[in-house]
């Protein structure tokens, strides 16, 4: 049996995948990838998902320049969610152009943001306009 084959996707053929620091164990952001994108993660040593809302294979960073460097692919005990164990290149995972896609902490009722902006997402994406 393949190792891919041990993973058991949803009805859409996709699996939680949580990318974590490997450094400080920080959960950098949560999204979902299919078995293509789990094999290339695993061929290419960089972080590679499923993007529900774009349908279609996403090599994290090809936009940004914010790779992910997956140093471990881990399965949870059930076999339905990944953990990738990255190194975050440029220390920016989220779009917002924060490190972090968790930067709202419930405070008394209400969201209120914990992190600050490192770079300017008009800046990360100013290629995306061109």
Request: some cysteine.
């Amino acid at each position: 049996m393949n190792w891919l084959d041990e993973i058991k996707y949803d009805a859409a053929g996709l699996v939680p995948v949580i990318a974590q620091d490997e450094q400080t164990g920080r959960v950098m952001m949560f999204a979902y990838a299919n078995r293509d994108a789990i094999a290339l993660t695993h061929e290419k040593g960089t972080a590679h998902y499923w993007t529900r809302s774009r349908q279609k294979l996403w090599h994290k960073g090809e936009e940004s320049g914010h790779f992910q460097h997956v140093s471990a692919i881990q399965l949870d005990c059930d076999g339905d969610v990944l953990i990738y164990k990255i190194r975050q290149e440029g220390g920016i995972a989220c779009h917002t152009g924060r490190e972090s896609c968790f930067f709202r902490t419930l405070v008394d009722g209400q969201w209120q943001v914990s992190e600050a902006v490192l770079k300017d997402p008009s800046a990360i994406y100013a290629h995306r306009h061109e």
